[in-house]
């Protein structure tokens, strides 16, 4: 007896702990007009930085074309205009570009090419590369559960000593990420590694493209 009544209990833990280990579908839209609490592509976030912000381990963060900056501050909304802001990807989480959005007859449908997602560097005066963001993504501290996948990645400007000559596409100490279906371009390093740097770091890229990328 003792044990038949057990086991609906440990079907419903079973049930509840599976439950935790799925997480959600977060989306990022630059032109959604709704709730701007990521649930949908009608209310989905219109910055990108907002979604990374919610973001934990199992979630994944759909974007729709367009245009997305590092500099978006959560907190006070707006953009600070911060060289050292970037896009800091997150272990067990998958960030993925080239969705339609929510202004199309079906907002899931995906394609990198047609629906291009843009993240820029160009944080300031626009053209103006001295004000750009020195690093435009992150991988740093990641593991290959940290996942970046159908972006173009541009205008990252590393002009500085150290590190923020180093990466300015992407810059990876001690983080191992995963980077698929994406494009470097027309990214600066003064250092080294205009597109991307690694130091003990061993990202896996795959189906990526490296173009006009400089370093001295």
């Given at each position: 007896?003792?044990?038949?009544?057990?086991?609906?209990?440990?079907?419903?833990?079973?049930?509840?702990?599976?439950?935790?280990?799925?997480?959600?579908?977060?989306?990022?839209?630059?032109?959604?007009?709704?709730?701007?609490?990521?649930?949908?592509?009608?209310?989905?976030?219109?910055?990108?930085?907002?979604?990374?912000?919610?973001?934990?381990?199992?979630?994944?963060?759909?974007?729709?074309?367009?245009?997305?900056?590092?500099?978006?501050?959560?907190?006070?909304?707006?953009?600070?205009?911060?060289?050292?802001?970037?896009?800091?990807?997150?272990?067990g989480v998958s960030v993925?570009?080239?969705?339609?959005?929510?202004?199309?007859?079906?907002?899931?449908?995906?394609?990198?090419?047609?629906?291009?997602?843009?993240?820029?560097?160009?944080?300031?005066?626009?053209?103006?590369?001295?004000?750009?963001?020195?690093?435009?993504?992150?991988?740093?501290?990641?593991?290959?559960?940290?996942?970046?996948?159908?972006?173009?990645?541009?205008?990252?400007?590393?002009?500085?000593?150290?590190?923020d000559g180093r990466g300015?596409?992407?810059?990876?100490?001690?983080?191992?990420?995963?980077?698929?279906?994406?494009?470097?371009?027309?990214?600066?390093?003064?250092?080294?590694?205009?597109?991307?740097?690694?130091?003990?770091?061993?990202p896996m890229i795959t189906?990526?493209?490296?173009?006009?990328?400089?370093?001295?």
């Amino acid at each position: 007896m003792s044990g038949r009544m057990h086991r609906p209990l440990a079907a419903v833990l079973i049930v509840c702990l599976c439950g935790l280990c799925f997480g959600v579908d977060i989306k990022v839209d630059a032109d959604a007009t709704g709730g701007n609490d990521g649930t949908s592509w009608s209310d989905a976030y219109t910055q990108l930085q907002s979604a990374f912000a919610a973001a934990g381990s199992g979630d994944k963060i759909l974007v729709a074309a367009g245009t997305y900056k590092p500099d978006y501050d959560v907190n006070s909304s707006t953009h600070t205009g911060d060289r050292m802001a970037t896009f800091q990807l997150i272990n067990g989480v998958s960030v993925k570009g080239g969705y339609a959005g929510f202004s199309e007859p079906i907002p899931s449908c995906r394609d990198i090419k047609l629906y291009e997602t843009i993240l820029t560097g160009d944080i300031g005066i626009a053209d103006s590369n001295s004000d750009n963001s020195y690093h435009v993504v992150t991988g740093s501290g990641t593991d290959a559960n940290a996942v970046l996948d159908g972006f173009t990645i541009t205008q990252g400007y590393a002009d500085e000593a150290v590190n923020d000559g180093r990466g300015g596409g992407m810059y990876n100490f001690s983080g191992s990420p995963t980077v698929k279906n994406c494009t470097f371009v027309e990214n600066y390093a003064s250092a080294m590694g205009g597109g991307m740097f690694n130091q003990l770091s061993a990202p896996m890229i795959t189906n990526c493209t490296f173009i006009r990328n400089r370093s001295k």
